[in-house]
T-cell receptor, first 117, second 113 residues
Framework: DSGVTQTPKHLITATGQRVTLRCSPR?????VYWYQQSLDQGLQFLIQ???????AKGNILERFSAQQFPDLHSELNLSSLELGDSALYFC????????????????FGPGTRLTVL | AQSVTQLDSQVPVFEEAPVELRCNYS??????LFWYVQYPNQGLQLLLK??????LVKGINGFEAEFNKSQTSFHLRKPSVHISDTAEYFC???????????FGQGTRLTINP
């Protein structure tokens, strides 16, 4: 158990809908990362938040957005869903997350499997 | 930009045989290198990491990897595999100073009895 929790575990929805995925980082971790794992694209970095602020952006679609709340949990919002958005969405957390010459291990949650029908 | 290439999408081996999973990366700056394992229906778990220092890195579950700067490789090895090693293995890189991970496409390791 990494200490990172994600809800829900599974989500089935229809095209055009909007969903929210939730992530609670490990106690004490300030940084949250979102990754998407799909058969087509593999594992891709979407976005990173550090202590409530967006810190880095990857291949995140405009239809997707995220935020990190004062209690440090994060939500990933996916809207106008398409079939191709079906994937496993992982959240990871680390202690730090800024521009940092060092290393902070990222701990991954179990993922939310999204199926768009 | 950084990229990671895992040269084999699937590797079948017999139990107790040695295995090597290959990973090459490209980057114009210094990087950190990682191997993660994903067991069926689970999240990713860090196997080992290279940050600096000795190029031979030992990780959990008997795995080790060797960083080769001249060949830009970070191959994962285990001298004797077990059925429980059946999983997907991901090589990843992060640029020193940044935090995001760039992953390879993964290698599915299948252990046959």
């Amino acid at each position: 158990d990494s200490g990172v929790t994600q809800t829900p575990k599974h989500l089935i929805t229809a095209t055009g809908q909007r969903v929210t995925l939730r992530c609670s980082p490990r106690s004490g971790d300030l940084s949250v990362y979102w990754y998407q794992q799909s058969l087509d694209q593999g594992l891709q970095f979407l976005i990173q938040y550090y202590n409530g602020e967006e810190r880095a952006k990857g291949n995140i679609l405009e239809r997707f957005s995220a935020q990190q709340f004062p209690d440090l949990h994060s939500e990933l919002n996916l809207s106008s869903l398409e079939l191709g958005d079906s994937a496993l969405y992982f959240c990871a957390s680390s202690v730090e997350g800024g521009w940092y010459v060092g290393y902070n291990e990222q701990f991954f949650g179990p993922g939310t499997r999204l199926t768009v029908l | 930009a950084q990229s990671v290439t895992q040269l084999d999408s699937q590797v079948p081996v017999f139990e107790e045989a040695p295995v090597e999973l290959r990973c090459n990366y490209s980057s114009s700056v210094s990087v950190y290198l990682f191997w993660y394992v994903q067991y069926p229906n689970q999240g990713l778990q860090l196997l080992l990491k290279y940050l600096s220092g000795s190029t031979l890195v030992k990780g959990i579950n008997g795995f080790e990897a060797e960083f080769n700067k001249s060949q830009t490789s970070f191959h994962l090895r285990k001298p004797s595999v077990h059925i429980s090693d059946t999983a997907e293995y991901f090589c990843a890189v992060s640029v020193q100073g940044a935090q995001k991970l760039v992953f390879g496409q993964g290698t599915r390791l299948t252990i046959n009895p």
